[in-house]
T-cell receptor, first 114, second 114 residues
């Protein structure tokens, strides 16, 4: 069965600092990978997705993520965090075939301090 | 473009009452998902539909929960009778695919059962 682990429940960074949110997945084949962001009171919004090809994926709002097959990871990065990035971030893995559906991680809550 | 539309945005009701949550998916999306989000359990998939047919309802917590999709543009999630432990944010999401395409989320219904 596929699974997603986000080991950091809560992260605090200073505005302007770099950010990396960790995501590890378990899946038998090459998965589809997603990062979503949830602002308070809103639904999840897609930041970026990886299906195949270039392992460095660019998303919206200046985010990027790198797929590393050898480490089963899909970490999200941003070089300089803005206060408006404070939100909860979810990693998700989807199947490239078969019955299984998208599985979401438990989320990482990002706090940005001045 | 209209996104996924959920109603109501907030619902407060007393224990034992029937609650109906509504969702209009994005036109052309064949998959519709209902999720529940709580602090304790995170984001849980309750049920999903493909072409208006329920495919997997294994996440529905109890018989008190039921979901229908009478046509491609409308779905309901009903709780009868409601209990305080049902208090959560309920999200509807739609997608053109089960796993390879990202899901588009509504803004959720915040449900409080007193």
């Amino acid at each position: 069965a596929q699974s997603v682990t986000q080991p950091d429940i809560h992260i605090t960074v200073s505005e302007g600092a770099s950010l990396e949110l960790r995501c590890n997945y378990s899946y038998g084949a090459t998965p589809y990978l997603f990062w979503y962001v949830q602002s308070p009171g809103q639904g999840l919004q897609l930041l970026l997705k990886y299906f195949s090809g270039d392992t460095l994926v660019q998303g919206i709002k200046g985010f990027e993520a790198e797929f590393k097959r050898s480490q089963s990871s899909f970490n999200l990065r941003k070089p300089s965090v803005h206060w408006s990035d404070a939100a909860e971030y979810f990693c998700a893995v989807g199947p490239s075939g078969g019955y299984q559906k998208v599985t979401f991680g438990t989320g990482t809550k990002l706090q940005v301090i001045p | 473009d209209a996104g996924v539309i959920q109603s109501p945005r907030h619902e407060v009701t007393e224990m034992g009452q029937e609650v109906t949550l509504r969702c209009k998916p994005i036109s052309g999306h064949d998959y519709l998902f209902w999720y529940r989000q709580t602090m304790m359990r995170g984001l849980e998939l309750l049920i999903y539909f493909n072409n208006n047919v329920p495919i997997d309802d294994s996440g529905m917590p109890e018989d008190r929960f039921s979901a229908k999709m009478p046509n491609a543009s409308f779905s309901t999630l009903k709780i009868q009778p409601s209990e305080p432990r049902d208090s959560a944010v309920y999200f509807c999401a739609s997608s053109p695919d089960r796993g390879s395409q990202p899901q588009h989320f509504g803004d959720g219904t915040r449900l409080s059962i007193l």
